[in-house]
């Protein structure tokens, strides 16, 4: 499994450990990525997706799922969640 998030494609970032004595080995800064099921209401169902605790603060201030993926660029999102927002945007355009 990917640490990638979903919706956003935020990833690991490197970087390094910095000692008092000033060496510097590699580390890796992984996101803070969490299990969420999320609750689209054109659709009425709702989706497991692995999100980063950012991206859910994110949704949340847009005002749900399906506003989110409306603003949402399709580079950034997974195979996933690309077929989640052409199912939103679909209902969106039959209602």
Do not use: W
């Not at 008092?20 to 609750?39: E, G, I, Q, S, Y």
């Not at 994110?58 to 799922?65: E, K, M, P």
Request: aromatic content about 4%; charged content about 30%; hydrophobic content about 40%.
């Amino acid at each position: 499994m990917a640490r990638r998030c979903e919706l956003t494609g935020k990833g690991p970032m490197s970087g390094n450990n910095v000692s008092h004595a000033k060496n510097r080995t590699r580390r890796r800064f992984l996101p803070n990525l969490n299990d969420v099921t999320l609750m689209s209401d054109v659709l009425g169902r709702s989706f497991k997706l692995r999100i980063s605790a950012a991206a859910l603060r994110t949704v949340d201030h847009r005002g749900g799922l399906d506003a989110f993926m409306a603003k949402a660029k399709d580079a950034e999102l997974s195979e996933k969640a690309l077929k989640i927002k052409k199912d939103i945007s679909e209902a969106q355009a039959t209602a």
